[in-house]
């Protein structure tokens, strides 16, 4: 079974401070994602990336950054944690099968609260 | 502009009841749909997926059709237990050089006993 774990399930931060969100899946995917989910807005993308290093932004990266220095792994920082970034987090990942795209597993979330 | 749009946005059943959820898309070009459960606090979960070609799948009690001429797709679930509580999500790939999935905002089923 595919596995996407995320570091934190929940988080309590400050406004200004740095946040690391991190993601690992164990499956050697190429692709991994971050999206957030609130409340009658769906999943939104911030950023994903199809290889190390490589990094596109989604829909919704202002205030976002990322970084895959390994292949298993996939981080979301939050240059200086607002309000406005409360959100439950998703990580997800799949397998890049020739250009075609399949399932993507997600990790359980983290959900994070800026006080 | 690509939209996926689910109804109904929740739903109440008597556990053992069948259910149908809906979901429309005006998405362009068309890859794939995908529908996903979400329990209550956790990551979504795929039940299936769908290319243009195919127009029904199913998995267990949870069957999907998919009419690619009119751009609707269903979600059906078969003798509701507890447990299907949870989010259902309606997912659209589009295929346009590269790949973008367009989320719907799910529907909320709460299954009593």
């Known amino acids: 079974d595919v596995k996407v774990t995320q570091s934190s399930r929940y988080l309590v931060k400050r406004t200004g401070e740095k946040v690391f969100l991190e993601c690992v899946q164990d499956m050697d995917h190429e692709n991994m994602f971050w999206y957030r989910q609130d409340p009658g807005l769906g999943l939104r993308l911030i950023y994903f990336?199809?290889?190390?290093?490589?990094?596109e932004k989604g829909d919704i990266p202002e205030g976002y950054s990322v970084s895959r220095e390994k292949k298993e792994r996939f981080s979301l920082i939050l240059e200086s944690a607002s309000t406005n970034q409360t959100s439950m987090y998703l990580c997800a990942s799949e397998e890049n099968k020739l250009g075609r795209t399949d399932t993507q597993y997600f990790g359980p979330g983290t959900r994070l609260t800026v006080l | 502009k690509n939209q996926v749009e689910q109804s109904p946005q929740s739903l109440i059943i008597l556990e053992g009841k069948n259910c149908t959820l809906q979901?429309?898309?005006?998405?362009?070009?068309?890859?794939?749909l995908r529908w996903y459960k979400q329990d209550t606090g956790r990551g979504p979960v795929s039940l299936t997926i769908?290319?243009?070609?195919?127009n029904t799948k199913s998995n267990g009690r949870y069957t999907a059709t998919l009419d690619a001429d009119t751009k609707q797709s269903s979600l059906h679930i078969t003798a509701s237990q507890l447990s299907d509580s949870a989010s259902y999500i309606c997912?659209?790939?589009?295929?346009?050089?590269?790949?973008?999935?367009?989320f719907g905002t799910g529907t909320r089923l709460k299954v009593l006993a």
């Open positions: 979901c429309n898309y005006t998405v362009s070009p068309f890859s794939n």
């Open positions: 990336s199809y290889d190390v290093k490589m990094k």
């Open positions: 769908m290319t243009f070609s195919e």
């Open positions: 997912v659209v790939t589009v295929l346009r050089g590269t790949y973008k999935y367009i």
